[in-house]
């Protein structure tokens, strides 16, 4: 898998996280097939709050921001194996600030908050949605079980009030 990592903001805060390990192994957990690619970028305030403005017609900064890719094949699965062509999945934009912030709201480190939201971001690329309250409640389950999984190998869980 191809996880592509670029750190526009907070760099030595964020860099020492294993956001691209966590990020393969949610993709692997989800059956993505191994030429797999997904972009995670680690941006400002101001940046996610123009994409936010831009994309969603929504003012300010948001935490997480997903898109996908438009030439994705739905039927390629990890069965698929090498020979399948690239999987372009989509990015994944994250708000290290805002992260930081929830991460105090929510008694979380900021480890914790920057994990629920590259897991989050990633669930939406893999097909997951929170618009209705029978998809949120599929949705948080998913991120609470892949998160206690990754939990069980090393992170601390997130806190459950979250």
Same mark, same amino acid.
């Given at each position: 898998?191809?996880?592509?990592?670029?750190?526009?903001?907070?760099?030595?805060?964020?860099?020492?996280?294993?956001?691209?390990?966590?990020?393969?192994? /949610?993709?692997?957990? *989800? !059956?993505?097939?191994?030429?797999?690619? /997904?972009? /995670?970028?680690?941006?400002?305030?101001?940046?996610?709050?123009? =994409?936010?403005?831009?994309?969603?017609?929504?003012?300010?900064?948001?935490?997480? =921001?997903?898109? +996908?890719?438009?030439?994705?094949?739905?039927?390629?699965?990890?069965?698929?194996?090498?020979?399948?062509? &690239?999987?372009?999945? !989509?990015?994944?934009?994250?708000?290290?600030?805002?992260? *930081?912030?929830?991460?105090?709201?929510? !008694?979380?480190?900021? +480890?914790?908050?920057?994990?629920? &939201?590259?897991?989050?971001?990633? &669930?939406?690329?893999?097909?997951?949605?929170?618009?209705?309250?029978? +998809?949120?409640?599929?949705?948080?389950?998913?991120?609470? *079980?892949?998160?206690?999984?990754?939990?069980?190998?090393?992170?601390?869980?997130?806190?459950?009030?979250?």
């Amino acid at each position: 898998m191809e996880i592509l990592i670029t750190y526009n903001h907070r760099e030595d805060d964020v860099a020492p996280m294993p956001l691209r390990e966590l990020a393969q192994f /949610v993709l692997e957990r *989800e !059956g993505k097939p191994v030429n797999t690619e /997904v972009s /995670v970028s680690l941006v400002d305030n101001d940046t996610i709050a123009e =994409l936010n403005g831009r994309f969603r017609n929504i003012e300010g900064p948001t935490d997480v =921001l997903s898109f +996908e890719c438009d030439n994705i094949a739905d039927s390629i699965t990890a069965a698929d194996g090498p020979a399948c062509p &690239l999987y372009e999945l !989509g990015d994944v934009i994250i708000a290290p600030d805002v992260a *930081e912030a929830q991460s105090a709201e929510f !008694g979380n480190s900021f +480890e914790q908050e920057m994990s629920l &939201l590259l897991v989050h971001g990633l &669930l939406h690329l893999c097909g997951y949605d929170h618009i209705e309250d029978a +998809e949120a409640e599929v949705m948080e389950a998913r991120e609470r *079980e892949l998160l206690t999984e990754w939990a069980e190998r090393g992170l601390p869980p997130m806190d459950e009030n979250r």
